[in-house]
């Protein structure tokens, strides 16, 4: 039972456009969404966060939108660049846990120069 | 600020032998570590979440005998391996919250590539 889904496993967005990264949850209990960058053969690298009191989140490029209501979120790259290219990663914490967050699969993405 | 080293970052060894893989928080303080595994093309998966002076607690499915995970200190932790096999092969990638931090964020090592033949 996947209770964080990122349903495009892979996405490919020209230099300079918006990369927009999409992420759907299924336990109404996460208050807290993380979206983290990932390299190959590298660990992963937080890029921004957002609680669930807020409906979105700016930092630089890149800005998350939550939508409580559908339970889903998204990540906005504008623009993007070459450099962005990586695997992202949406995660979710709360509910039952407090310390650990759920990863979804991931989205790879590829910006053309 | 907040870094976290992994060592080894590769390792080849046997199969029957043990491998132990350390985590540590270089600048910051870390009551609590988390370990994955992650396959090719997959998410990462939490194996265990590390806490230190206290047993650490394990996902469902992971063997915790196998296993094995201590955390010595604030800014220690390592995951041990034992008695590989070729299906333990993966990347492990540990994580670590800043003590006290209210928020989830947590932060990763670089990850260790083990191989076990």
């Known amino acids: 039972d996947q209770q964080v889904k990122q349903n495009s496993p892979s996405l490919s967005v020209q230099e300079g456009r918006i990369s927009i990264l999409n992420c759907d949850y299924t336990?109404?209990?996460?208050?807290?969404f993380l979206w983290y960058k990932k390299y190959p053969a590298e660990g992963p690298t937080f890029l921004i966060s957002?609680?669930?009191?807020?409906d979105k989140n700016e930092d630089g490029r890149f800005t998350v939108f939550l939508n409580k209501s559908a339970k889903h979120l998204s990540l906005h790259i504008v623009p993007s660049q070459p450099g962005d290219s990586a695997v992202y990663f949406c995660?979710?914490?709360?509910?039952?846990?407090?310390?650990?967050?759920?990863f979804g699969p991931g989205t790879s993405l590829s910006v053309i120069p | 600020g907040a870094v976290v080293s992994q060592h080894p970052s590769w390792v080849i060894c046997k199969s029957g032998t043990s491998v132990k893989i350390e985590c540590r928080s270089l600048?910051?303080?870390?009551?609590?570590m988390f370990w994955y595994r992650q396959f090719p093309k997959q998410s990462l998966m939490l194996m265990a979440t590390?806490?230190?002076?206290?047993?650490?607690?394990?996902e469902q499915g992971v063997e915790k005998d196998k296993f094995l995970i201590n955390h010595a200190s604030l800014t220690l932790s390592t995951l041990t391996v034992t008695s590989a096999h070729p299906e333990d092969s993966s990347f492990y990638i540990c994580?670590?919250?800043?003590?006290?931090?209210?928020?989830?964020?947590?932060?990763f090592g670089p990850g260790t590539r083990l191989t076990v033949t």
């Open positions: 600048d910051f303080q870390a009551t609590t």
């Open positions: 590390s806490n230190e002076g206290s047993k650490a607690t394990y």
């Open positions: 995660a979710a914490g709360g509910g039952t846990s407090y310390d650990k967050v759920i």
């Open positions: 957002i609680s669930s009191i807020k």
């Open positions: 994580s670590a919250r800043v003590m006290g931090s209210s928020s989830y964020e947590q932060y």
């Open positions: 336990n109404s209990m996460f208050d807290y």
